[in-house]
């Protein structure tokens, strides 16, 4: 992620690589895959302890990614990280291709834990966390759920569990954009007051922009800062970057036409990019 010159490079790259992913194999999830753009970049490119050469290297950071319907963001990242084959990005979600439509351990290196149904990764980075914590070892977990995923109970069992034990080295990002499958937030099930039920949970917790990169590295700098795990709630924008797909539940399931992808595209830099791998 050096090669880009900084986080907002690597989202907007990142962005680019999932439209023409979702545009060419015609699958969906792309409102989730652009909210959670900006966390994601700065994450791999500036927060987590990563060596892709040694995707098991005791020392590294934890990454699950429980929202894993958004796999296609992930797996663009770890491409341009150096995980994976560039060119396995091509064949998302085709017949024979590795990399299917949710996140998988099996599809590429970097992929701690499997996921698809919701509400399972916070249990296993709790526990992580704690692994760590009783082996004096000072690796980090981070977990990014979606906001509909707070349905679960699993995931207030794992934020109980990790307040009783003050996992100072566990963070937690809701990825708040407000819109799941089948409505909005507040429609389906309401999560407010989101940040308190947290913060009643024992966790140290704040609320932020979630597009804002100063602000997102800021948030991920305070984890460790206090004997107790950190969430950071980051208010998002379903869709973020494409107009046309902001603020829409259509996005969640609908995948891109070519003439709507090459919009989104002018939106992001331009129809083709030295960068891109392929175009429309």
Not at 92 to 101: E, Y
Not at 140 to 163: H, K, M, P, Q, T
Request: proline residues 3%; aromatic residues 8%; hydrophobic residues 40%.
């Amino acid at each position: 992620m050096k090669q880009f010159d900084s986080s907002e490079a690597v989202a907007r790259q990142l962005r680019r690589d999932t439209i023409l992913m979702l545009q060419r194999s015609k699958t969906s999830h792309i409102g989730s895959c652009l909210s959670m753009a900006d966390a994601l970049a700065v994450l791999y490119r500036d927060v987590l302890k990563l060596d892709p050469r040694d995707p098991s290297w005791p020392e590294r950071d934890i990454f699950l990614q429980s929202k894993g319907h958004a796999a296609a963001i992930l797996y663009a990242c770890l491409a341009r990280y150096g995980y994976l084959d560039a060119a396995e990005l091509g064949r998302f979600c085709q017949d024979g291709a590795r990399l299917g439509g949710h996140v998988t351990t099996h599809s590429s290196p970097g992929v701690e834990f499997s996921v698809g149904s919701l509400g399972h990764a916070l249990p296993v980075g709790a526990g992580a966390a704690l692994g760590a914590k009783c082996k004096g070892q000072l690796r980090r977990v981070f977990v990014i759920l979606s906001d509909g995923e707070c349905d679960e109970g699993s995931n207030w069992e794992a934020a109980l569990f990790a307040g009783h034990h003050r996992l100072s080295n566990l963070c937690v990002i809701v990825d708040y954009n407000r819109i799941q499958s089948f409505g909005t937030v507040e429609e389906v099930l309401r999560l407010e007051p989101l940040a308190a039920k947290w913060r009643n949970f024992g966790w140290d917790t704040v609320e932020i922009d979630g597009h804002d990169h100063n602000v997102l590295h800021a948030a991920f700098a305070k984890l460790g800062k206090e004997p107790k795990p950190l969430c950071v709630i980051a208010r998002t924008v379903k869709g973020r970057g494409a107009s046309r797909m902001e603020n829409a539940l259509l996005w969640h399931y609908r995948s891109p036409t070519r003439e709507e992808a090459e919009a989104a595209l002018d939106e992001l830099g331009g129809r083709s990019c030295e960068t891109d791998l392929w175009t429309l």
